[in-house]
């Protein structure tokens, strides 16, 4: 029996993905890339945007009519709305919650497949599974699902839920494990890793405000806020400072901070620890305060404007990428133009570019999508290109530097990997040091990419 998977989305569903790959294996099941001698085909989706989703239906229809397997099986699982599901339903046999996955041997027994079970799964039994990892020295670790912020574009909260941490001890446990097994670079993931821990019931939290408090749930599953000072609460920079003090060589980088949520603390934090790598993706959406209010993202662009000025302050040489939308609705020329100061006047050294995409439930769909799909266009390539300016010379002043380099790949004469800040880089050599981190000297820098030699071995 052969399975054919196909992953859109995020560093999350292909997380999820090493999970799924698990379970298949454990069934026997053998992987393929050719989905027409596939018996089972599984999709992770995305939901975050329209083209997300129409690119689901129209592999899934290709798919179909390609494959002359009677028996073909299709599951589609990850993030999917539940209007999309309606429109999806007739390309699969069962769309499934990943966090059912621990019961997917069971439903696959069932012919044809159908759900058996009524009450979700807890997730902890998701999390339990052991994930297939695709890499031998690179591992996505989640450590939280969901995410408790309400963006008003975003379908986020709805496909994923609300927050939930991951106990601080197993996820410990799993990286500790990662690194006796030789793993170079963990990355922990969560919509928003910045707020790990809030949720645990009855543990002390410490809110971006600088005080700590006792969180909990009372009889009606209320979330209850008592002022007390706790010492050495449970968040995500305690968590942090826990993993980057096990022994061992290797780098710890994390996935996606919501600037409202990062604390004074975090940023100290990262700043202490070399194996904390100095890079913070922290998507800004928009430089328009009244397009951040329309948004919901609770901070404005001077206050975001600050808190990059403290992480360059704090940790010098730090990356920072971000997220930008174009065209939400009611963004006006000079929102716009907003946004293309702010990006001028930080100079990213990375942005993912996204047009607006209306959402079915979110608060936005509500709302006139009021900008011509020609003007978002016009606005993302305007933006694409100041970006590519700044990039450049953020790198160009990288020329001359010996970095650290985690190799990735080799090709052709050349060993490709990342800067500890994140950053593509590629040596002429003759050997292959995928996996291995080196030192290499910097030469040459284009916006995207670096270019260096060889200088020593890491101690
Ligand atoms: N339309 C366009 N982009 C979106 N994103 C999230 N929701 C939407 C949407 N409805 C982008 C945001 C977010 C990233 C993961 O995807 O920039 O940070
Ligand atoms: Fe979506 Fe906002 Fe949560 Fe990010 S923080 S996942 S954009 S709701």
């Not at 050719?34 to 992770?44: F, Q, R, T």
């Not at 494990?177 to 922990?188: A, F």
């Not at 490709?416 to 590629?426: M, P, V, W």
Request: charge should be positive.
């Amino acid at each position: 029996m052969k399975y054919f998977l196909q992953v859109f989305g995020c560093q999350m569903n292909i997380s999820d993905s090493e999970r799924v790959q698990s379970v298949l294996n454990s069934l026997g099941y053998l992987k393929t890339l050719d989905e027409s001698k596939a018996d089972l085909i599984v999709v992770i989706a995305c939901a975050v945007r329209q083209s997300a989703v129409d690119r689901v239906s129209g592999r899934a229809g290709y798919w179909l009519k390609r494959s002359k397997n009677k028996h073909l099986i299709t599951l589609l699982t990850g993030c999917v709305l539940e209007y999309d599901k309606k429109r999806l339903a007739k390309y699969f046999d069962y769309i499934f919650p990943i966090k059912d996955l621990k019961r997917l041997p069971e439903l696959l027994k069932r012919k044809p497949v159908q759900p058996i079970i009524k009450t979700p799964a807890p997730l902890d039994e998701y999390f339990d599974i052991k994930p297939k990892y695709n890499s031998t020295f690179q591992a996505l670790v989640p450590i939280s699902t969901g995410c408790n912020k309400v963006c008003s574009y975003c379908a986020v909260p709805f496909t994923r839920g609300r927050e939930i941490s991951r106990d601080p001890d197993i996820i410990v446990r799993e990286v500790k494990d990662l690194v006796r097994r030789g793993y170079r670079e963990i990355t922990l993931l969560g919509q928003n890793v910045n707020s790990y821990g809030w949720d645990f019931k009855g543990v002390a939290v410490n809110l971006p405000q600088g005080k700590v408090y006792i969180q909990q749930l009372n009889n009606q599953g209320q979330l209850k806020i008592k002022k007390r000072q706790v010492k050495n609460p449970m968040d995500f920079s305690l968590l942090l400072k826990t993993i980057a003090s096990l022994p061992g060589n290797f780098w710890i980088r994390f996935i996606t901070s919501h600037p409202y949520d990062l604390s004074d603390k975090l940023i100290e934090t990262i700043a202490k620890y070399p194996k904390l790598t100095p890079y913070l993706h922290l998507p800004v959406q928009s430089g328009s305060d009244k397009i951040l209010k329309a948004m919901n993202r609770q901070y404005t662009s001077e206050k975001y404007q600050k808190l990059i000025d403290k992480i360059r302050h704090k940790i010098p040489g730090a990356t920072i990428s971000t997220d930008i939308i174009v065209g939400f609705c009611g963004e006006t020329k000079a929102d716009f133009q907003k946004t293309c100061a702010l990006v001028k006047n930080i100079k990213f050294d990375m942005a993912y570019i996204a047009k607006y995409s209306s959402r079915p439930g979110t608060a936005a769909a509500n709302r006139p999508d009021d900008v011509p799909k020609i003007v978002k266009a016009r606005r993302e390539k305007y933006l694409n290109d100041l970006l590519k300016k700044a990039a450049l010379s953020n790198n160009q002043k990288l020329v001359g530097k010996n970095l650290e380099v985690l190799f990735e790949k080799y090709k052709k004469g050349f060993a490709y990997g990342k800067t500890s800040g994140f950053k593509n880089i590629r040596v002429p050599s003759a050997k292959d040091f995928t996996g291995k981190f080196k030192i290499v000297k910097v030469t040459k820098a284009t916006p995207w990419h670096l270019s260096g030699e060889l200088v020593t071995k890491k101690l």
